[in-house]
């Protein structure tokens, strides 16, 4: 009976340490949610341009990678969803070739591209918010 019992205890211990090691909050599953996603949505609609390591080509297209503006993410997201027809200072250097508008892009899906960019290239350890993304869409929604 006492082996029984030993066995029945290391078991539930080891239960409970696996338990314990795997679990993670809801915000840091939804911050590791959000970068994969954003990752992936980033390959599909601005790798081509911005390149695979956000440094983007040359004289065409601005790097994301280093540059000062992810850190205004109402900004990177306004720009995600309307695009740019400005000139545009990265790094001291001029950029002034338009970029299109993704209108067919969700709000959950900017959300995650900018958690995905501005935690890659920039200082930021978690994710952004849709109802962050909602607020910048509507402040900067072209008439």
Known sequence: ????????????A?????????CQSSEELKTEQYFVTGQQLYMTHCANCHQMEGKGMGNLYPPIAG????????????????GMSDTI???GKPFS??????????????AEIV??????WGKDSVYTPI???????????PD
């Open 1 to 12: 009976m006492k082996a029984v019992i030993s066995r029945t205890g290391a078991g539930m």
């Open 14 to 22: 080891a239960l409970l340490l696996l338990g314990l090691a795997s």
């Open 67 to 82: 540059s000062s503006i992810i850190a205004d993410k109402a900004r990177v997201a306004c720009i995600v969803q309307y």
């Open 89 to 91: 200072m990265v790094n």
């Open 97 to 110: 070739r338009p970029m299109p508008p993704n209108p067919k892009l969700t709000e959950i899906e900017i």
């Open 115 to 120: 958690s995905f960019v501005s935690m890659k």
């Open 131 to 141: 109802e962050f993304v909602h607020q910048a869409l509507a402040s900067c929604k």
